[in-house]
């Protein structure tokens, strides 16, 4: 079984600050993607990383993906309290059919 | 908005009840998958259909089951309700394929 770990499992920080979150897996996955969650609502999609080591950016939000295809990274550079809510990676499982997804960072942004 | 719309948006059952979720995929999305999403937790996988059969499964007992209908909308069935089941389910729909998924605001379940 695919398994993805997220960590911190909560972070709160204030308006302005840098932060770091990471997803990882002992598993190979083909794809990883990241998902912001906001209360009352679905997952939408931020980012999909397919190569490893590949790094994306949007806007002050940049995304990295683990050279050996097990890991990923999201760094938000001067977060906005738009930035709260609950990130979630997922990684499509090695039948390339059903989304794997980790238990998410809940992150608070405090103006 | 992603095009994937889910009903009703809340429900509250007692145990032993059953309910039905119901999902309207995003036009032309021929697979449709199911998650619950506990309190403080991340989705986890139902199942999956695509051309209205199931083709993936996640670890749930047989009485979660779905439908999926040729105009690709579908339903979730909870049979025998379990205070456990009270969660967030969700619904995503996209190309056969392709790894870009569109998720519904989900329906809040509450089982008492």
């Known amino acids: 079984t695919q398994l993805l770990e997220q960590s911190p499992q909560f972070l709160s920080i204030q308006e302005g600050e840098n932060l770091t979150v990471y997803c990882n897996s002992s598993s190979v996955f083909s794809s990883l993607q990241w998902y912001r969650q906001e209360p009352g609502e679905g997952p939408v999609l931020l980012v999909t990383v397919v190569t490893g080591g590949e790094v994306k950016k949007l806007k002050r939000l940049t995304f990295q993906f683990g050279d050996a295809r097990k890991d990923s990274s999201l760094h938000i550079t001067a977060a906005q309290p738009g930035d709260t809510g609950l990130y979630l990676c997922?990684?499509?499982?090695?039948?390339?059919?059903?989304?794997?997804f980790g238990p998410g960072t809940r992150l608070s942004v405090l103006p | 908005e992603t095009g994937v719309t889910q009903s009703p948006t809340h429900l509250i059952k007692t145990r032993g009840q059953q309910v039905t979720l119901r999902c309207s995929s995003q036009?032309?999305?021929?697979?449709v998958s199911w998650y619950q999403q506990a309190l403080g937790q991340g989705p986890q996988f139902i199942f999956q259909y695509y051309r209205e059969e199931e083709n993936g499964r996640g670890n749930f007992p047989p009485r979660f089951s779905g439908l999926q209908f040729p105009n690709y909308s579908s339903e979730l069935n909870v049979n025998a309700l379990e205070l456990d089941d009270s969660a967030l389910y969700l619904c995503?729909?996209?190309?056969?394929?392709?790894?870009?998924?569109?998720f519904g605001a989900g329906t809040r379940l509450s089982v008492l």
């Open positions: 995503a729909s996209r190309f056969q394929g392709y790894d870009i998924q569109y």
């Open positions: 997922a990684g499509l499982d090695n039948y390339g059919q059903n989304f794997v």
């Open positions: 036009s032309g999305h021929n697979t």
